[in-house]
């Protein structure tokens, strides 16, 4: 039989490698960055399009390539950072492999420019697709310019892989974190489609960490600072009450390489323990010291785990660091033991002590109805909450109660609930008229956790969490959709800081949100200033609700269906629906009762998870 193995072509070659390099535009961005940090630039600029899907262009003032240089940089395992094995072991590059550019060139349009200090000219490569097109004199500055553009050209594939352009730049964004993170002492400015997105000054590494993520960072942090033989811990964790919600501000770096370690992550929050509200999460910007030698930094390109000699003890000392600091600057329990805690209102205990004022309400007395326009300058009430909390709305209180009186036919004056009785109807379950039907029937809830109620075959048990969410879902959808919602105007404008990017995810949604009953005065920079919101939450919730908005932006999978706007009401709806765990008043389940099987897809959650189940009377008998 005749020999049927065969050496690859060496672009083949290459472009096979490149698929384990560079998976998205934030892997180019990352090697790009590394390798002008390993020129010794001062001053790195970043230019991106279309979220890295037409352009990637990063500028430096590093040491630049002679011509050879140049040409041999593309070329697989071409590195001017390590020479022999041992080199490995005393790395410090961030590169080391020589793959980068080589696997880039096999996948894009590149275009490199460079320059030695020494030189008087530079010199221009173009390639495409491995294939060296061009090779020129040119005239540039000091310093090194590499374009990459329409990356995955050659692979289709891997080109409509790719996320929406919101979320490759959130990881582009990612990316430019944790390397500007690092280097405080380097120059970065970002820009996108034509904007500037950042622009950091040379600074330390609290000035950068505040740079990146806003102003009022800066009063959130706390130092910590040890240093023993095996490690050198520096850096900030944030105040236990700036705790977030997910858990996007967790940074460790290990010799100035950003690193992800599970282990690690938990000996911090060990340190915090006792003091976070429940499901949030520290932020902590951490930088460790170790000798290369006693970490594996043979990782893989794309990965960001490492590995340590002596991670126990490294967790420990993590664990005793954090807690000294957070003792230090008296955010600790251990030094607040006089403290009343009755006074420690458990945030999820909030809302239930103004559950009280359900059942004394004078139930004749309806504000809206008497004036339209009341003291916040709503001139109606829409969606179809009621549990509120705070003292500042009380009015909220009032409106579940209020719409489930309504007897039978609700008018149009009344609230925009109503509306849905209009919709369509998916009356399978019941025959006849089933909203009446059921209006007469009596509702008990069980566990705090379910309404159930009969129906004529039988009997219904619904989860009261998904039911009120369905049932905002399609509220707030139609508000999006239609632009109807109302809004309650607020006596002082809302100021909410957040970091450059969320304020930038804010705005792709910002008009969704006025839709839904949110006033904007401004957005920019870091802050965005809101004169009005639905009526359906209040002031105290917004910042939450927001924040959990746009978390659930960054980390929506975009591949199936992905649709801004059925995220934003899925978003919404989940933070204000009632919670299992709430005692809901006979009105309230009934008004979950009603409202649910009004909705356009009563069945399911918007999670797509089921909202009740029926049990007939043959179940039942069977069970006898
Ligand atoms: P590595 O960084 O692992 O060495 P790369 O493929 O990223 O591999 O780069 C290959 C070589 O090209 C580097 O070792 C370096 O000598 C040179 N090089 C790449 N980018 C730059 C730059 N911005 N300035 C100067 N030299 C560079
Ligand atoms: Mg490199």
Redesign the pocket.
């Known amino acids: 039989m005749s020999d049927i193995i065969q050496l690859l072509p060496d672009h083949v070659a290459n472009q096979i490698a490149a698929g384990e390099v560079v998976q998205r535009p934030a892997s180019v961005v990352k ?1 790009l960055l ?3 940090i ?2 010794k630039a001062t001053h790195i600029k970043l230019i991106i399009k279309e979220a890295g899907k037409t352009l990637i262009q990063v500028i ?1 003032d ?4 002679s011509v050879t ?1 140049a040409r041999l ?1 593309f070329e697989r395992h ?4 390590i020479k022999t094995a041992e080199d490995l072991f005393q790395l410090n590059t961030k ?8 696997s880039i060139a096999a996948i894009a349009h590149v275009e490199l420019k ?1 320059k030695q200090e020494k030189d008087e000219v530079g010199t221009e490569i173009k390639i495409e697709g491995s294939e060296v097109v061009s090779q020129e004199v040119c005239v540039t500055p000091k310093g ?1 310019s ?1 374009s990459v553009k329409n990356l995955f050209y050659n692979i289709p594939a891997r080109r409509n892989f790719l996320k929406s352009n919101t979320v490759e730049l959130r990881h582009i964004i990612d990316e430019f974190h944790r390397v500007a993170m690092v280097h405080a002492d380097i120059k970065f400015d970002m820009y996108h489609n034509g904007s500037e997105v950042f622009n950091l000054p040379v600074s330390n590494h609290r000035q950068r960490i505040v740079q990146i993520f806003g102003g009022k960072t800066n009063e959130k942090l706390v130092p910590i600072d040890e240093e023993t033989d095996l490690v050198s811990i520096t850096g900030f964790v944030a105040k236990p009450e700036y705790a977030k919600r997910t858990r996007g501000e967790q940074f460790f770096f290990v010799n100035d390489r950003f690193i992800k370690s599970a282990y690690l992550n938990h000996g911090v929050n060990s340190a915090f323990e006792g003091l976070l509200k429940e499901k949030t999460h520290p932020s902590y910007f951490i930088y460790l010291t170790v000798d290369p030698t006693s970490i594996d930094i043979n990782i893989h390109p794309t990965k960001t785990e490492i590995k340590f000699d002596d991670e126990h003890a490294l967790y420990a000392m993590l664990r005793s660091t954090i807690k000294h600091s957070l003792g230090q600057f008296n955010v600790a329990p251990v030094l607040d033991f006089n403290r009343d805690a009755s006074m420690d209102t458990p945030y999820e205990y909030k809302s239930k002590m103004v559950q009280t004022p359900t059942i004394e309400v004078d139930r004749s007395f309806n504000p809206f109805k008497e004036d339209p326009k009341d003291s916040n300058g709503s001139s109606t009430k829409s969606y179809t909450n009621f549990k509120k909390e705070s003292t500042g709305s009380w009015e909220n209180l009032y409106a579940g109660l209020d719409t489930t009186e309504i007897p039978s036919k609700p008018t149009e004056s009344d609230f925009s609930t109503v509306q849905f009785e209009s919709t369509e109807v998916t009356g399978s379950l019941f025959e006849g008229n089933t909203n009446t039907d059921l209006e007469h029937n009596t509702t008990y809830q069980l566990r705090r956790k379910y309404i159930v109620t009969t129906i004529k075959s039988g009997m219904v048990i619904i989860n009261q969490h998904r039911a009120h969410q369905r049932i905002l879902y399609e509220e707030v959808l139609k508000n999006i959709t239609m632009a109807s919602a109302v809004s309650q105007q607020l006596l002082f404008p809302l100021k909410l800081s957040f970091s450059k990017q969320e304020v930038t995810l804010l705005k792709t949604v910002q008009e969704q949100l006025e839709n839904t009953g949110f006033v904007f005065e401004d957005i920019s920079g870091e802050e965005a200033t809101i004169s009005g919101i639905p009526t359906v939450i209040t002031e105290s919730e917004v910042s939450m609700l927001l924040e959990k908005l746009i978390s659930d932006i960054e980390h929506e999978v975009p591949d199936t269906g992905f649709s801004l706007t059925d995220l934003l009401a899925r978003s919404i709806s989940g933070s204000i629906a009632v919670r299992t765990g709430a005692d809901l008043a006979k009105e309230q389940q009934q008004h979950i009762v009603n409202s649910l099987f009004a909705c356009t897809e009563p069945t399911i959650s918007p999670d797509n998870k089921p909202t009740f189940i029926t049990l007939t009377v043959d179940d039942i008998d069977k069970k006898f």
């Open positions: 090697e590394e390798n002008a390993d020129a430096d590093g040491v630049g390539m240089d940089s071409a590195t001017s950072k590169g080391f492999r020589g793959e980068a550019l080589a460079t090194t590499i």
